[in-house]
């Protein structure tokens, strides 16, 4: 509001300028006398103008403001929003797409303030005092100049959709873009070892001219109705010219008053014009906040319950139920997916449905045909974990292991059955608390750029340095942090990329151990290093596992053999359990796995297995 006030009083120059124009023309110059003189004349000129430019100044410095405000609001919402959506919703998409609703189309969307909204209720006072001068003034006349504005109306409306459209497929085509460019960035050692620089380099100008093109059929769209909105308004001050000048012929004008006439018909008519000339603007930030809203309208599939039980603390008793899981895939109906196989670099361009409209027609985007895929991944899992037991999950790749694993941190909700923590259902948990209690060691850990204290402390943001060093000293992680010249304040690069595997294993433990958590999950921690990493990484994870309740999804035999109870999960069943000794007499797929494992293994792991073999 206080933008549009500062817009209306903004006014003072376009509306008092004509009228003054027509005392100077009309009283001053003729030298007909009368209270107006050409130092009064120009005095009350010079104010209007002076006024008018604080006015602009102090309008356009509030719509600045408002207008990144506006984008830090929908930026911290939109990236709030997302953190909410499930990992479904990841699963699905790149992240370059993701990065650019969050950038791009926010960036895009606080155009609308500054060239749209704002604008046209100003714009809207403007023609509306514009027309009571005219009318004012010499009625007919301004009859007469009301003939533009139903073929503009028709004009602009057929043309408009084609603009929006055309822009839409602008962003679809960035989305895509972006989404690849990303991927391919983060995967250059790949791109460079394979010699696939010219190939990528080839895909990127091809999806990079595609973006062009429609970015110019949008351009081109814009640009012609501006200037079909230009010969409307030039033809009209044509006819009024000619109208007006025929009556200040016979005496029933004065030429004061058809140019002050024509100042205000100006009025009348720049708001279309300007409307015009920023169309591409408006139209393109309006592309932007449908694919802004488009993110807010999926609903995140995990959330709390209205009154979940808060959970300070837990034994870390885990309990599936009968736990039954479909994974759900969403891919385009056969025809889009056709078109998307043909042509997986480019988007297709989006065309109305009809060729002419009377009246706007509805410009939200219909969602893409999907169509929706089950594919059942586990079935019937039940089984016991009291607190403290060490519960390995073993099987081939597919059986369902990692599905466990992200139903017990409630990355998904099981369809049947219950995961139970304590003896109460995890939905009925506070989500927060519930994480709280859990931490997780990756076979590739996500280190953030930043510090090594900074992604050690990322466990327990409020652990002093002296805790978060025992953390590094328990990890096996402290004597190679202080070898390097900065200590703890080496810079690690984007997800660790300066740092061995081993070393960023350790500090992945290191984050787990500060975090201190009565559940504790180890997905593949040691199946991708070396002999002596493993060895120290071993010595880790034993202390980070004492005490807690450990879910192990291991390939190597090292903390398989000595589990207080072995899982064999195949085709999302559990079809063998037990402890190691008891799965080896039964000959089953156990055995089998076990076999297949020991052929490949080093003699130096073979005489580790045999010792651990002897202490379980």
């Not at 990992?87 to 990065?99: H, T």
């Not at 791009?104 to 514009?130: H, K, P, R, S, Y």
């Not at 409306?157 to 055309?166: K, P």
């Not at 750029?449 to 060093?469: L, M």
Request: neutral net charge.
């Amino acid at each position: 509001m206080t933008i549009v006030a500062l817009g209306i009083l903004q006014f003072a120059v376009p509306l008092t300028v004509p009228w003054m124009t027509k005392i100077l023309i009309d009283e001053v110059l003729p030298l007909k006398g009368g209270s107006w003189t050409l130092p009064k004349v120009i005095a009350v000129l010079a104010g209007v103008y002076v006024f008018g430019t604080i006015m602009n100044y102090v309008r356009h410095w509030v719509m600045a403001k408002m207008g990144n405000s506006m984008v830090i609001d929908i930026r911290f919402q939109l990236y709030e929003h997302m953190q909410k959506l499930s990992q479904r919703f990841y699963d699905s998409r790149q992240v370059g797409s993701i990065v650019s609703r969050i950038l791009n189309d926010v960036n895009g969307a606080q155009n609308l303030v500054g060239a749209g909204v704002i604008n046209l209720v100003i714009d809207l006072f403007l023609v509306l005092f514009a027309g009571f001068m005219l009318f004012h003034m010499e009625w007919k006349l301004a009859l007469l100049s009301l003939w533009l504005l139903p073929v503009y109306y028709l004009t602009f409306t057929n043309v408009n959709v084609y603009i929006r459209y055309a822009w839409r497929s602008v962003h679809r085509q960035m989305e895509r873009m972006s989404g690849v460019l990303v991927e391919r960035i983060a995967g250059m050692k790949v791109v460079q070892a394979f010699n696939r620089e010219r190939m990528e380099l080839n895909r990127f100008k091809k999806q990079a001219s595609a973006h062009y093109a429609y970015a110019m059929t949008a351009q081109f769209l814009s640009n012609t109705l501006g200037r079909i909105s230009q010969t409307f308004q030039d033809f009209g001050g044509l006819i009024i010219w000619f109208a007006g000048g025929t009556m200040v012929i016979r005496g029933k004008m004065t030429a004061g008053e058809l140019i002050a006439f024509q100042a205000y018909l100006s009025q009348l008519y720049g708001p279309i014009q300007r409307f015009s000339d920023v169309n591409v603007t408006i139209q393109n930030s309006l592309a932007n906040v449908e694919r802004i809203f488009e993110v807010f309208d999926i609903e995140p599939e995990i959330r709390n319950k209205d009154n979940p039980i808060p959970l300070k603390a837990c034994r870390g008793e885990i309990q599936f139920d009968q736990v039954g899981f479909d994974y759900v895939i969403e891919r385009p109906e056969k025809q889009q997916a056709e078109m998307e196989q043909r042509n997986k670099d480019l988007v297709e361009r989006q065309r109305p449905a009809k060729r002419f409209y009377w009246i706007p027609p509805k410009m939200r985007p219909d969602p893409p045909q999907m169509v929706l895929e089950t594919r059942e991944v586990l079935k019937g899992i039940s089984f016991h974990a009291r607190s403290g037991d060490v519960i390995a999950l073993v099987g081939p790749s597919g059986a369902g292991k990692s599905t466990i694993i992200n139903l017990l941190l409630r990355f998904y909700d099981p369809d049947e059955g219950a995961v139970l923590l304590d003896g109460v259902d995890l939905r009925n948990y506070d989500l927060h608390d519930l994480r709280s209690h859990i931490a997780l060691v990756l076979q590739d850990n996500i280190l953030f750029s930043g510090t090594v204290y900074e992604n050690i402390a990322y466990g327990n943001p409020k652990a002093e340095r002296d805790q978060i060093i025992a953390a590094a000293v328990a990890a096996n992680a402290h004597e190679f942090i202080e070898e390097w010249e900065l200590g703890y304040d080496t810079v690690i690069g984007e997800r660790g990329v300066r740092l061995s595997g081993g070393q960023k294993q350790r500090i992945a433990i290191a984050r787990a151990l500060l975090k201190s958590p009565r559940i504790l999950i180890l997905d593949e921690a040691t199946s991708a290093l070396d002999a002596e990493s493993e060895h120290l990484v071993t010595q880790a994870l034993e202390r980070l596992m004492e005490g807690r309740t450990t879910f192990v999804i291991a390939h190597r035999l090292a903390t398989v053999v000595r589990a207080d109870q072995i899982l064999v999960i195949d085709r999302g069943r559990i079809v063998e359990r037990g402890k190691h000794q008891v799965l080896l007499a039964q000959k089953g797929l156990y055995r089998e796995l076990y076999e297949k494992q020991l052929k490949a293994m080093r003699p130096e792991e073979l005489l580790g297995l045999d010792t651990l073999r002897h202490q379980a």
